[in-house]
């Protein structure tokens, strides 16, 4: 083969390759709305905190049976006491200094998830300590993941607004998706509203790779 042959094919080469490349980075980065139905094949991780509270309770359940989702729900070393001042006066301190929280021995490994959902109630008008705890320990293993919250609240709440921007800042360094917030307590309702709230999610094809 003559030298100009092999120049050529070289470069013949190393141009399909290129163009490989970038055919490939075009596909990754198209966005595609799976749904319920694609999204259920697919590893993805739902971890809560709930106080004992019911409508959270109903929420994960309901998200689970709908995508399969794998369900971790979070808790201290120390359970919250029963009596409810005890337990209000010890959330207030641990929201005054979260590095304090200590989390029970679980691990979590939040690599083998598409798409990690964090859902949580509201009290005193704030997210969960000890889910807040599992998001400042993990904040590495958050970026670029894509990440979802769900917040629920009582209609008495007069302010969940500091909820929902701790979420959106905190997971800022993920690829979020809408948050999904509700006090609606009717499970078919609720069933509804998660439904719609899936179909509407946009993902990159890559993410789900």
């Known amino acids: 083969m003559s030298k100009k042959k092999l120049v050529l094919f070289i470069t013949i080469g190393i141009l399909f390759i290129f163009l490989f490349i970038i055919g490939f980075l075009v596909y990754s980065h198209q966005t595609v709305k799976p749904g319920v139905k694609n999204l259920a094949k697919e590893k993805i991780g739902v971890i809560y905190c709930s106080y004992n509270n019911d409508g959270v309770k ?13 369900v971790i729900e979070l808790k201290p070393a120390v359970a919250y006491p029963t009596n409810k001042e005890e337990f209000v006066k010890r959330v207030d301190t641990e929201n005054a200094d979260i590095s304090k929280v200590v989390l029970d021995n679980k691990i979590i490994d939040l690599r083998k998830y598409k798409l990690v959902i964090f859902a949580t109630p509201v009290l005193r008008n704030k997210t969960c300590p000890v889910l807040q705890k599992f998001i400042d320990d993990n904040a590495p293993r958050i970026v670029n993941k894509p990440v979802a919250s769900v917040v629920r609240y009582e209609q008495t709440d007069k302010d969940i607004r500091e909820t929902l921007d701790y979420l959106y800042y905190r997971l800022h360094d993920g690829k979020q998706k809408p948050n999904f917030v509700t006090y609606a307590r009717d499970k078919k309702q609720l069933e509804y509203e998660i439904g719609l709230w899936f179909d509407e ?5 890559g993410d789900l790779r």
């Not at 109903?58 to 794998?70: L, M, Q, R, W, Y």
């Not at 999610?201 to 094809?205: D, G, I, P, V």
């Open 58 to 70: 109903d929420i994960v359940d309901i998200i689970s049976k709908k995508i399969k989702a794998e």
């Open 201 to 205: 999610m946009e993902f990159e094809r």
